[in-house]
């Protein structure tokens, strides 16, 4: 049972560049969420979603851009990389109930 | 506005002993709260949670107290151990949040270090 999956693990990107940072869940759980987290900051919500096909705007979300066409998948686009962006990204899913968020391991990037 | 607040960046205990993390908030909306632990290079993962309806709950070694009056919630680790070492995050949420997108709100974390 793989839970939640990010990809990649690492990505160093130039200034300007473009990537899309994959999170995929094979726990059906509705809901998903995309955080940042700087050093020595906590957790800021960038973008979440409560089902597929429904996606909506956290705290943070300037810069990026996400889509749920799955239950399965929630990736979170970064279209014009800037050195802002420089963090740790995190997925996390939400069964129906309860609050206990399940993390994917984090992808590590480097805007240069 | 830091709604949740971990005033303890870090924190260092001998293993053996107790550890007592802290957490305070300022939203009189917040009606649960809960414990993640963060290990380096991996996500964080739900440790314990607590109602508002409830001043305590206990999971074995780990331990949450509220004080609702004072806005405050606490994390007791007895006894401690090595393994123990990670950060620590208090996050918060409301009733609101519990049929609509169950956002959580995040302190900072607390660093802790459990020396052997």
Known sequence: NAGV???????????????????????????MYWYRQDPGMGLKLIYYSVGAGITDKGEVPNGYNVSRSTTEDFPLRLELAAPSQTSVYFCATLAGTGYGYTFGSGTRLTVV | DQQVKQNSPSLSVQEGRISILNCDYTNSMFDYFLWYKKYPAEGPTFLISISSIKDKNEDGRFTVFLN?????????????????????????????????????????????????
Do not use: E
């Open chain 1, 5 to 31: 999956t990010q990809t990649p693990k690492f990505r160093i990107l130039k200034i300007g560049q473009s990537m899309t940072l994959q999170c995929t869940q094979d726990m059906n759980h509705n809901y």
């Open chain 2, 68 to 116: 609702k009056s004072a806005k405050h919630l606490s994390l007791h680790i007895v006894p401690s151990q090595p393994g123990d070492s990670a950060v620590y995050f208090c996050a918060a949420t409301s009733a609101l949040n519990a049929g609509n997108n169950r956002k959580l709100i995040w302190g900072l974390g607390t660093s802790l270090a459990v020396n052997p």
